[in-house]
Nanobody, 119 residues
């Protein structure tokens, strides 16, 4: 079992920046692939960015060049640096940890942190 706690959300004007943090419990954090998802009001949850245990990253096209995902395995933490924010980036941002155990994908979620970008 992994517990995830996000922080860093808030209200920001368009063009501004925020840095989200997610701290995980447990001592095998480096074995998990980490990701940030977001969910806008009335829409489905969507993947934003991923980072593997070896720090390979991937981004959805809408945030490429603006967002940066990173991790610090010594601190059991993953981060999402969000620059040049747009109103369409508004939503609840969720941290996710995933690991395949005996062929079964196990995924864990944080409680989410609200990001609101005003125009």
């Amino acid at each position: 079992q992994v517990q995830l706690v996000e922080s860093g959300g808030g209200l920001v004007q368009a063009g501004g920046s925020l840095r989200l943090s997610c701290v995980a419990s447990g001592n095998i954090f480096s074995m998990y692939d980490m990701a940030w998802y977001r969910q806008a009001l009335g829409k489905q949850r969507e993947l934003v960015a991923t980072i593997t245990g070896s720090s390979d990253t991937n981004y959805v096209d809408a945030v490429k060049g603006r967002f940066t995902i990173s991790r610090d395995n010594a601190k059991n933490s993953v981060y999402l640096q969000m620059n040049s924010l747009k109103p369409e980036d508004t939503g609840v941002y969720y941290c996710s940890a995933a690991r395949r155990v005996s062929g079964i994908l196990r995924r864990y979620w944080g409680q989410g942190t609200q990001v609101t970008v005003s125009s």
